[in-house]
């Protein structure tokens, strides 16, 4: 039986009342990315989400999802202080309009609010040393993970731990070392693996919807690793519960966005 409790809700409330996200994410070749990255944090129960991206990626995702909000970066930076957390990278891509991009979010994001670095945004962090002085969650694979520590990927893959504390010590945040055990260290170095998941989730778009997860708990108040380590655990069991109708091999980064409501019934 596990110990994970959702945010409260409120009755006495409106959509400002569970948090705003602000999701810069997606690219020409990532629209994917973008919708699933933002949608997902809607459904672990924030209230507003925002994708700050390019005119051909709001094109394409407003047409599928018509519950958010959708800017251009510009608009999402001058907009930034009225959010409760900021989600980068997914589907970000890594050329020159990107690299800014994420170093203007750096400079201009106020430092009480949490922020969430995913995939690209981690390849540009680990290219370019970038530093912020926020309460920040990161979320490598073990490739990634490697470009950050500049280290083999066999140095990380013989010790996650090790690794995931390294991480945390380098980048002053908490890390989810995503892997099918994933590791979660808080900036005390304490250590959580998650002991749930499985082959399912190892699909392209899987690592969106997580980001998009712990972003939306964030945005409900929750502290960055409470938020990681509830957000893991939901993802993970959403991926278990949809391999028992769909099984291990056919489930969709998509389909999982459908299966996070029955993995909140699990600990409510």
């Given at each position: 039986m596990c110990n994970f409790k959702m945010p409260i809700r409120e009755q006495n409330s409106n959509k400002g009342t569970f948090g705003k996200v602000l999701n810069f994410c997606g690219s020409g070749n990532f629209i994917g990315a973008a919708y699933l990255s933002t949608v997902s944090s809607l459904k672990v129960g924030a209230g507003y989400?925002?994708?700050?991206?390019?005119?051909?990626?709001?094109t394409s995702v407003s047409s599928i999802l018509p519950e958010i909000v959708y800017?251009?970066?510009k608009e999402g930076l001058t907009q930034i202080k009225n959010f409760d957390v900021v989600l980068i990278g997914c589907g970000l891509g890594t050329n020159r309009l990107s690299q800014k991009l994420m170093k203007d979010v750096l400079h201009k994001i106020p430092k009480e609010l949490p922020l969430v670095i995913d995939a690209d945004g981690l390849n540009i962090l680990a290219q370019f040393q970038l530093k912020s002085e926020n309460n920040f969650v990161i979320t490598p694979h073990p490739k990634e993970a490697s470009r950050l520590l500049d280290c083999s990927l066999e140095v990380v893959l013989n010790d996650l731990v090790g690794a995931a504390k390294k991480l945390t010590q380098k980048y002053n945040c908490v890390t989810v070392l995503k892997t099918h055990r994933t590791v979660i260290c808080d900036k005390d170095f304490k250590i959580y693996i998650n002991e749930h998941g499985n082959s399912a989730l190892a699909k392209a778009g899987s690592g969106d919807v997580?980001?998009?997860?712990?972003?939306g708990l964030l945005a409900q108040g929750m502290e960055c690793y409470e938020a990681s380590k509830l957000g893991v655990y939901l993802h993970s069991v959403a991926g278990e519960?949809?391999?028992?109708?769909?099984?291990?091999?056919?489930v969709l980064a998509s389909d999982l966005i459908d299966y996070i409501p029955e993995a909140i019934k699990t600990i409510l």
């Open positions: 989400s925002a994708l700050a991206s390019t005119k051909e990626v709001i800017l251009s970066r997580l980001a998009g997860m712990i972003a519960i949809a391999s028992e109708e769909l099984t291990e091999y056919s």
